[in-house]
């Protein structure tokens, strides 16, 4: 099996940045694409953005320009840079990655694998 553990969360003024990371552990043998996804109190929870193995990037239109995604695939870490935070940036922020992982002798594929989430509170 495959699982995600996100860190870097946590209370930042307007204006200021943020660094999230999501590492996966496992009998991993590749992460496919990986992304970030948010959660505010009372939403649904929205894509922020997604990166693949080969570094195509895609962003909500509502970051693009603040926010950078990247990824380390010798780590199997997935980075969620975030500049001039608003407040309405504030949410549980998630990680998401799909994955071929080993079980025994055999190759598995798993979609939609969900870290446990990490709280941006963007306030002063």
């Known amino acids: 099996q495959v699982t995600l553990v996100e860190s870097g969360g946590g209370l930042v003024q307007p204006g200021g940045s943020l660094r999230l990371s999501c590492a996966a552990s496992?009998?991993?043998?590749?992460?496919?694409?990986m992304g970030w996804y948010r959660q505010a109190p009372g939403k649904q929870r929205d894509l922020v953005a997604t990166?693949?193995?080969?570094?195509?990037?895609n962003y909500a239109d509502s970051v693009k320009g603040r926010f950078a995604i990247s990824r380390d695939n010798a780590k199997d870490t997935v980075y969620l840079q975030m500049n001039s935070l608003k407040p309405e940036d504030t949410a549980v922020y998630y990680c998401?990655?799909?994955?071929?992982?080993?079980?025994?002798?055999?190759?598995?594929?798993?979609?939609?694998?969900w870290g446990q989430g990490t709280q941006v509170t963007v306030a002063s």
């Open positions: 998401n990655a799909d994955a071929t992982y080993l079980r025994g002798s055999y190759y598995y594929r798993k979609r939609d694998i």
């Open positions: 496992g009998n991993i043998v590749s992460m496919r694409a």
């Open positions: 990166i693949t193995s080969s570094g195509d990037t």
